[in-house]
């Protein structure tokens, strides 16, 4: 008799146990249930952000966002878009990687004939055809007495730049004779006039005798100060000191 009471109460316990088991494994059920559908709704909505209009000020959304049933107000020029509105993706589609470097002196006839069918914009401007440009650049270049650089910069940047589907404008910061050449005043007389001209995301600051050897880096707008020309032919493609940030600047 002691023996099977002994068993029975084994058994009370055991089954005590497994239903402390079973309660804490339907919880834990339930919360990963609940957790995947908060987790969902949140990617919903990021995947779909602005159900009416954009403002274009705000340029950056999910890379997986390509189309968008809205109102898109361009304030750069007072046009807009209305309907369904496809937007560049985040990585071009048509980006070459390494670039064949040009270095035949052109003239800027001879360039604006050859690169007629990237069909530019007067004023050094391209903007993409197909889709809305996730970024509106200012390209800030000073300039005085370097015609062959200023003119292969030009024939090179400008196909680069229209594969990066960006929409940019090309500032040419030419200094008068007779004054010591100030690179930094004619960046600050660059961004001054570009910001009278239209509203941009970023400003890029070029030396005119840099010219990219990769469009994979993308003239776009990161969202913080970013040194594109740290690696440059002429200083064996590394830095001279850590701290150098000239060349090709990018500020947001």
Do not use: W
């Amino acid at each position: 008799m002691k023996a099977a009471a002994g068993n029975d109460r084994m058994v009370s316990v055991l089954c005590q146990h497994i239903y402390k088991v079973l309660i804490i494994v339907v919880l834990a059920l339930v919360l990963i249930e609940f957790t995947f559908s908060l987790l969902s709704e949140t990617h919903n909505f990021y995947m779909h952000p602005f159900l009416t209009s954009i403002n274009y000020t705000s340029p950056f959304m999910s890379s997986s966002i390509m189309y968008f049933n809205l109102t898109v107000q361009r304030n750069m020029d007072n046009t807009s878009t209305t309907g369904i509105a496809q937007f560049c993706p985040v990585v071009p589609p048509n980006l070459q990687g390494a670039l064949k470097i040009h270095k035949r002196y052109r003239s800027l006839h001879q360039i604006e004939k050859e690169l007629a069918p990237l069909e530019l914009e007067p004023g050094g401007s391209h903007r993409p055809k197909s889709c809305i440009a996730l970024f509106r650049v200012a390209i800030i270049v000073p300039y005085r007495d370097r015609k062959p650089h200023l003119h292969l910069l030009l024939y090179n940047l400008h196909p680069m730049l229209v594969r990066q589907q960006i929409d940019y404008t090309i500032f040419i910061i030419e200094q008068e004779e007779g004054h010591p050449f100030n690179r930094a005043s004619l960046f600050n007389v660059g961004y001054a006039e570009a910001i009278k001209i239209r509203e941009f995301d970023c400003f890029i600051f070029h030396d005119v005798d840099l010219i990219p050897e990769d469009d994979r880096n993308l003239y776009t707008c990161p969202g913080m100060p970013r040194h594109m020309s740290v690696a440059v032919d002429s200083m064996n493609y590394r830095l001279p000191y850590a701290s150098l940030f000239g060349g090709v600047s990018n500020i947001y």
